[in-house]
């Protein structure tokens, strides 16, 4: 596709309800990252796939969260038992090779947890 | 301390001024540096690159001082259009935690007619 695209756009859960995030990202980008941004503040790192490779998770809040990407090109952002601290958007983002020439970003999914 | 601290602002400017934003960095080994823009309720763009040289892309100027540990990005004749957050990011090399961006919470900039 021309850009990073994330699905769902708006997603409201019901506290302790598990949700699944999607991304397709460019198609040929080899690292896929996931970011968590709250109101007002910068995104802050999640974890980074390059390719099906999980290269780094430690950003993932607590084991309620957990990413794939199983054939290297969509992801999926899993969070279970969703509670509500975990309202943010979630950022996607892809890069053709490493990360040295700046991400693009998907629109995220604004996740509220009631 | 955050690794990435910036001036949240805000800056209210009037249209054709010049304003310039910094940040700041705490680990030294940060490769590559970057400003993105974030309008209201979208995703972060890419505005450009930041380089030890110095780098300008219209009215935008980067500058990276690595001694200090400190990036500006100074827009001139400023637009309606330019206002905005913007971010600044610092990466690791990629050799080292896979090359890991950290985000600041970004500055914001409202230009005035």
């Known amino acids: 596709g021309a850009g990073v695209s994330q699905s769902p756009r708006y997603k409201v859960a019901k506290r302790g309800q598990d949700v699944a995030l999607r991304c397709d990202p460019i198609?040929?980008?080899?690292?896929l990252f996931w970011y968590q941004q709250a109101l007002g503040q910068g995104p802050e790192f999640l974890t980074y796939f390059q390719n099906e490779a999980q290269l780094d998770k430690s950003g993932l809040p607590s084991d309620r969260f957990f990413a794939e990407r199983p054939e290297g090109s969509v992801s999926t952002l899993k969070i279970q038992r969703t509670q509500q601290e975990d309202s943010a958007v979630y950022l996607c983002?892809?890069?053709?090779?490493?990360?040295?020439?700046?991400?693009?970003f998907g629109s995220g999914t604004r996740l509220t947890v009631v | 301390r955050k690794e990435v601290e910036q001036d949240p602002g805000p800056f209210n400017v009037p249209e054709g001024a010049t304003v310039a934003f910094n940040c700041t960095y705490s680990n030294s080994a940060s490769q590559s540096f970057f400003w993105y823009r974030q309008d209201c309720r979208k995703e972060p763009k890419l505005l450009m690159s930041?380089?030890?040289s110095g780098n300008e892309d219209g009215r935008f100027t980067a500058q990276l001082n690595r001694a200090s540990q400190y990036i500006s990005l100074l827009i001139r004749d400023s637009k309606l259009s330019d206002s905005a957050t913007y971010l600044c990011v610092v990466t690791l090399p990629y050799n080292t935690n896979a090359g890991k961006s950290t985000f600041g919470d970004g500055t914001t900039l409202t230009v005035k007619p």
């Open positions: 930041v380089y030890s």
């Open positions: 198609s040929g980008h080899v690292s």
């Open positions: 983002a892809s890069s053709l090779t490493g990360i040295n020439y700046g991400y693009t």
